[in-house]
């Protein structure tokens, strides 16, 4: 519906977009009561805000604590922003003016974009479906080992696009960008949400939505400067390359705890008195 408003004027899908918000708004505020909402009778009203919000951070603060893990997932959630803003503001501009559109059948930017996202978002469907079935989420290594593969297999495919010189194999990395990107998302989640307190577990998620958009700020900046200096096709280049220190936290993650210091072996009972030895006649 989209590209098809689009066909027609550039600005109609994305009024369109706003209005279906608004309604999706005003539905959602009848039919979603929050019904399951008490407050705290113990606090006044002028003070409950701070309290409820401090109280939520030492909550946040004290699962961080307790799972060190978390500050690793921080950072590679911060990689990960600075990646993607780099890729996401740069890949259109690279495929209309450094690859090129084909003529193909005659369609224009806004079909060839639409048909790019509609095939990548089907991939991503069967993708998932796929690692659901396969992995085990609910385990550190089942999640992290797949995010360390699915990081790796980023760094090469974003790597791969900014080098492409062929409109297919720039294509084809799209579809495979945009996949691997529709796994990273709930594999990250579901390796945060391993083991944490329902009480403070949207803390720990909204912590580490705010480690990647400040990856975004550090690295949206940086990579429009080297789009500048250099050229679009470097910067892609290093929106690849960004996600590096990623794969070094990984192994660090993944790596085998050593084994435990044996414990002094219990003392031994004496042994028991041997009979005597039949004696010859």
């Known amino acids: 519906m989209g590209v098809a408003l689009a066909t027609v004027a550039l600005w109609l899908p994305i009024v369109a977009a706003g ?5 999706l708004g005003g539905f959602l505020l009848v039919a979603m ?9 113990a606090a006044p009203a002028r003070a409950r805000l701070p309290l409820a919000l401090g109280s939520t951070a030492r909550g946040g603060v004290a699962a961080v604590r307790a799972r060190p893990v978390l500050l690793l997932i921080f950072a590679v959630a911060a990689f990960h922003g600075m990646s993607t803003e780099g890729f996401d503001r740069l890949w259109e501009f690279e495929l209309l003016r450094d690859i090129g559109l084909p003529g193909f059948a005659g369609l224009n930017p806004v079909l060839w974009f639409g048909v790019i996202n509609a095939v ?39 790597v791969g696009f900014g080098l492409a010189g062929s409109f297919w194999v720039a294509l084809a990395l799209l579809w495979v960008i945009g996949l691997l990107r529709e796994l990273n998302d709930p594999l990250t989640t579901a390796w945060i949400n391993q083991g944490l307190d329902p009480a403070s577990r ?10 990647d958009a400040l990856g975004q700020l550090a690295g949206g900046p940086l990579l429009g400067w080297v789009a500048v200096a250099r050229s679009v096709r470097a910067a892609v280049v290093v929106a690849g390359l960004v996600r590096l220190p990623s794969l070094l936290l990984f192994a660090r993650t993944l790596r085998p705890e050593p084994p435990a210091a044996s414990e002094p072996p219990a003392a031994s009972e004496p ?7 039949p004696t010859e006649p």
Do not use: C, K, M, W
């Open 202 to 211: 949207a803390t720990v998620n909204s912590i580490a939505g705010q480690a």
């Open 19 to 23: 209005l279906v918000y608004l309604g």
């Open 120 to 158: 990548g978002l089907l991939l991503a469907v069967v993708a998932t479906e796929v690692v659901r079935r396969r992995v085990d989420v609910a385990s550190h290594r089942g999640a992290a080992g797949t995010l360390a593969v699915v990081n790796l297999l980023l760094v090469g495919s974003v």
């Open 271 to 277: 042994p028991a008195a041997s009979e005597p030895a």
């Open 33 to 41: 009561p929050e019904e399951g909402f008490t407050r705290d009778p």
